[in-house]
Every structure is written in structure tokens, then in C-alpha cells.
């Protein structure tokens, strides 16, 4: 089964830049598709932005939530076997544990996570 490992959160000041990384331990290959979500206190868990598998004949698709649009970036390397989230212009709403997983009925277990602080 593969697991999922979270890495890359920290404290920032608003305005700042965080890239994270997800490192999967067994193929994320075949998974059409990756997505980063995460959870506020007192919020439930929100999905924030889905990548697609690439192909030699067709590019990866990405989709983000409002809220992030425009200041978040998506990314999957299959050589790596690995997911990332680059997050920029950072406001403390962002505030949150970020996780990576699975979008679909496919599920995967949850991995810890990692803390993202933002600083007014």
C-alpha cells in the first residue's frame, strides 16, 4: 500500500513563499489524479488543488480552489514519485496542516501532514 509523507511546512510572514513535497513510498503512477488539501482549526478538510497524470500524448491538467487561484502551484514528477504544492503571496488564512492524497474513489491513507503557518 503506498504511503504518503508530507514535508516543507513552516513559519512565514504574510506575503512569503513555501514550497512543500509529498513523497509517496510505493507508485502514485497509475493515479490519474493528486491533489493537495488541508485543514484549519475548527474547518473541515478542503481539497485546494488537483493535478492529472501526464502522458507522452497529453499534459497534465491542474484545477485550484478560489481561494488559492492565482498564488498556488501544482506539480507531480513521476520519476520522482512525488507531488508539490509551491504557495506564494501567503496570507494567514492559508494557515493549516496541508496534506497530499488521492482525488477519487481510490483512497489512500492519510499521511501526518504538515503544518503551514502564516504570520500577519
Known amino acids: 500500500q503506498v504511503q504518503l509523507v508530507e514535508s516543507g511546512g513552516g513559519s512565514v510572514q504574510a506575503g512569503g513563499s513555501l514550497t512543500l513535497s509529498c513523497a509517496a513510498f510505493?507508485?502514485?503512477?497509475?493515479?490519474?489524479?493528486m491533489g493537495w488539501y488541508r485543514q484549519a482549526p475548527g474547518k473541515q478538510r478542503e481539497l485546494v488543488a488537483t493535478?492529472?497524470?501526464?502522458?507522452?500524448?497529453?499534459?497534465?491538467?491542474?484545477n485550484y480552489a478560489d481561494s488559492v487561484k492565482g498564488r498556488f502551484t501544482i506539480s507531480r514528477d513521476n520519476a520522482k514519485n512525488s507531488v508539490y504544492l509551491q504557495m506564494n503571496s501567503l496570507k494567514p488564512e492559508d494557515t493549516a496542516v496541508y496534506y497530499c492524497?488521492?482525488?477519487?474513489?481510490?483512497?489512500?491513507?492519510w499521511g501526518q501532514g504538515t503544518q503551514v503557518t502564516v504570520s500577519s
Open positions: 493535478v492529472t497524470r501526464a502522458t507522452v500524448t497529453r499534459g497534465a491538467t491542474t
Open positions: 510505493g507508485s502514485i503512477f497509475s493515479i490519474n489524479a
Open positions: 492524497n488521492a482525488v477519487g474513489p481510490a483512497p489512500i491513507p
